[in-house]
């Protein structure tokens, strides 16, 4: 005899049929019993069928899709045989009750399965930070010091970056112009790059001119169309790149500086190449138009093929205007300051002494020397903080030169031949690893007001954002300072100053003018 399994919707439907049959019997009887008796026994019944109607749809249900579930989970781990015999059992067969046959279709299980993440595409104005790399130092040349100086070797036997080049090679490269003053050399690939300049809105920033941007374009795109030595006082030698956009001829406002009836220094518009250790007078262009003093060069950050491998190099527009204001000393500037020289376009008497730079000029040139700690200017024996042995007045020993401070020489003192009441900046290399402990105050010495302007750019609390909206169009320093990571690190030590500045301004009680351009 075959055997018959009870399943438990089975006794759970029996239970609700006897209830049934109870609940009629009883009704029957109710007519004879009393009203309040009668109501009573009805509830009770009502109350017993509602239960097992609940109880059934509440247990079932949710063990069915426990069921599943664990159907589901126990196919995850299945091996292909398991899978197979999965497949090939049988389906459920209908349930008969009486007369009737209520076929059960199986569970559906939707899988909804993630697709792998793709990778985003690049959004304009979004940059992943790149990790620093520790750089190796390259030993200077035999003739050099450290420094960039020349040393204590014979000059004769000195290689410039020129002939430093020409020795590894560069000569078989590159072309050769006709004979000059200067010996240029032309790179075969005169072709121009798209340059390192991005806009992330369809305007350039408030701050920049069209001077300005036209210049930033300028210098980190121009194809190269010759590259010349080239000595400063006080700088190891230099190149300087000649641009093939104003090649034929000369850009409006730009004049050729020629002494002793030699050839100019340069034709057309030209670049002036300085070392990877210079990448801070990028930022401290970026300063100065965001502070709105407009006293520096224009300069960027740029990779050359044929200069120090490939490595970021500062590039500064060069401008033949440029002249050595009169000498002045630390005494004859602290007089100069004293009695205001051409302050408010009042002309000082003949015996002061008074060089031809504004009285306002001094602030502003005192405010962004203090920001960046640019000592070279007017603390070049380092008196005024606790340098260090890779300082510069320490290798040449002229931190020990302190006892007479008023005879010591001012340099980097630059002004344009047509405008000689202005200063103008160069050597601009900032020093962002001085804590605010050993800051120079020094160069704020004799300074009685600063401008308006500048000051209200750094207690407004939107430094941050405008260093970082002015920074951003230039990608090659963006990228060689490790990404916006990297560029915050260097606006928090310019933040941390500020508030250090705004502090001395209180206690000493300087005033705040307003200084035009």
């Known amino acids: 005899m075959e ?23 009883v009704s029957k009887r109710a007519g004879r019993c009393p009203l309040s008796k009668r109501s009573a026994l009805i509830a009770s019944a009502g109350f017993i069928c509602v239960f097992f109607l609940v109880s059934q749809a509440g247990h079932t249900l949710p063990r069915d899709r426990i069921a599943d579930k664990q159907r589901y989970r126990g196919g995850r781990g299945h091996t292909p045989e398991s899978w197979l015999a999965l497949q090939d059992a ?17 569970n559906v299980v939707y899988i909804t399965l993630k697709a792998k993440r793709s990778k985003p595409s690049v959004i304009r104005g979004t940059l992943r930070p790149k990790s620093r790399r520790k750089q190796n130092l390259i030993k200077p040349a035999p003739g050099f010091s450290d420094a960039g100086g020349i040393g204590q070797g014979d000059p004769r036997h000195a290689k410039t ?28 690939d005169t072709h121009a790059r798209p340059g390192s300049i991005r806009m992330y809105s369809q305007s350039a920033p408030p701050w920049f001119s069209t001077a300005d941007m036209d210049a930033l374009r300028f210098l980190s795109g121009s194809a190269v169309a010759g590259v010349s030595d080239i000595s400063l006082p006080g700088h190891p030698p230099l190149l300087l790149f000649q641009g093939t ?32 250790v210079d990448l801070s007078e990028v930022f401290a262009f970026h300063l100065d138009r965001v502070l709105g003093l407009n006293r520096s060069v224009p300069a960027v950050s740029r990779r050359f093929d044929f200069y120090q491998d490939s490595r970021a190099c500062a590039v500064l527009l060069w401008d033949p205007s440029l002249a050595p204001a009169v000498r002045l000393t630390w005494g004859s500037y602290q007089r100069a300051l004293g009695h205001q020289c051409w302050h408010r376009g009042v002309a000082p008497r003949a015996e002061w002494g008074c060089p031809t730079i ?33 300082d510069l007045c320490v290798e040449k020993g002229l931190h020990r030169e302190c006892a007479d401070q008023d005879s010591v020489d001012l340099v980097h003192i630059v002004h344009r031949q ?37 000051i209200a750019v750094l207690r407004s609390r939107r430094l941050r954002e405008k260093l970082l909206q002015s920074l951003f169009l230039d ?26 500045l705004l502090t001395y301004i209180n206690a000493h009680g300087i005033k705040l003018a307003p200084m035009g351009n």
């Open 475 to 500: 990608e090659a320093y963006w990228e060689s300072q490790g990404g916006r990571q990297g560029i915050e690190k260097l606006i928090d030590v310019v933040e941390r100053r500020a508030k250090v």
């Open 3 to 25: 055997s018959r399994f009870i399943r438990p919707g089975d006794i759970e439907r029996c239970l609700v049929l006897w209830s049934l049959s109870w609940i009629h019997r």
């Open 90 to 106: 049988s389906p459920p067969q209908p349930v008969r009750t009486g007369d009737t046959a209520a076929t059960w279709a199986p």
């Open 161 to 188: 970056p020129r002939r430093a080049y020409e020795d590894q090679g560069g000569a078989q490269k590159l072309g050769r112009m006709e004979d000059t003053s200067l010996k240029r050399r032309v790179p075969q």
């Open 418 to 454: 047509g405008d000689p009441g202005r200063l103008v900046f160069i050597d601009n290399k900032g020093y962002f690893d001085r804590d605010e402990s050993n800051l120079d105050f020094k160069l704020l010495e004799g300074i009685k007001e600063l401008p308006e302007s500048a």
């Open 358 to 390: 504004h009285h306002s000029e001094w602030s502003k040139l005192a405010l962004f020397d203090f920001l960046l700690q640019v000592y070279d200017r007017l603390d070049r024996n380092c008196c005024g903080f606790k340098p260090r042995r890779e």
């Open 245 to 276: 956009a104003f090649v034929s001829g000369t850009p409006p406002g730009d004049t050729h500086r020629e002494t002793g009836g030699e050839a100019p220094v340069c034709h057309g518009r030209c670049g002036l190449i300085k070392r990877p």
